[in-house]
T-cell receptor
Framework: GDSVTQMEGPVTLSEEAFLTINCTYT??????LFWYVQYPGEGLQLLLK?????DKGSNKGFEATYRKETTSFHLEKGSVQVSDSAVYFC?????????????FGQGTILTVHP | NAGVTQTPKFRVLKTGQSMTLLCAQD?????MYWYRQDPGMGLRLIHY???????AKGEVPDGYNVSRLKKQNFLLGLESAAPSQTSVYFC?????????????FGPGTRLTVT
């Protein structure tokens, strides 16, 4: 079945540092890929997405590129802020899914210090 | 436009008690989902619905029942709560899934079963 593996966390960075959170996946067909963010005490919000190979999703300074050859969708940001502290989830909807089930990674806790 | 709302926000139950979690959305979405979030495991799909009057099992349906009597509401029931059901529950909704179709999440319900 479909699966998503994220890098182990938590990740602690200083403000303005470079961020990478690794995400790899296994899926049937041609999945759509997502990064969701969960701020403390809130639900999940879509951060960015990509629907086909080589697409780059971007939002709020975050980027991720759909790499079919390496089955990866790594999240990057050039300069993190304290307000980026949150839990980040990589997720996919498999190409063989008819009802839109999201398969999530385990989540990565990011803490940014001033 | 409230998006996806969930009630209650917090609940403590004793083993064997029952309760119903309510999810409501005002976006006229056809599809609705219930997920549970456990530490280190991401979110897992409990049940889902592709339209009013229809429901189906997800990956972890045991111990839960659902109903979708109105398009805007999706109820999750626990008939006899167990400590293993201590979790954070999220509801989500979306239009019929197409390429990269986003799911919108509620703020969550934190349930503790003692």
């Amino acid at each position: 079945g479909d699966s998503v593996t994220q890098m182990e966390g938590p990740v602690t960075l200083s403000e303005e540092a470079f961020l990478t959170i690794n995400c790899t996946y296994t899926a049937t067909g041609y999945p759509s890929l997502f990064w969701y963010v969960q701020y403390p005490g809130e639900g999940l919000q879509l951060l960015l997405k990509a629907t086909k190979a080589d697409d780059k999703g971007s939002n709020k300074g975050f980027e991720a590129t759909y790499r079919k050859e390496t089955t990866s969708f790594h999240l990057e940001k050039g300069s993190v802020q304290v307000s980026d502290s949150a839990v980040y989830f990589c997720a996919l909807i498999g190409g063989g899914t008819s009802y839109g089930k999201l398969t999530f990674g385990q989540g990565t806790i990011l803490t940014v210090h001033p | 436009n409230a998006g996806v709302t969930q009630t209650p926000k917090f609940r403590v139950l004793k083993t064997g008690q029952s309760m119903t979690l309510l999810c409501a959305q005002d976006m006229n979405h056809e599809y609705m989902y219930w997920y549970r979030q456990d530490p280190g495991m991401g979110l897992r799909l409990i049940h889902y619905s592709v339209g009013e009057g229809t429901t189906a099992k997800g990956e972890v349906p045991d111990g839960y029942n659902v109903s979708r009597l109105k398009k805007q509401n999706f109820l999750l029931g626990l008939e006899s709560a167990a400590p293993s059901q201590t979790s954070v529950y999220f509801c989500a909704s979306s239009y019929p899934p197409g390429q990269g179709r986003e799911q919108y999440f509620g703020p969550g319900t934190r349930l503790t079963v003692t």
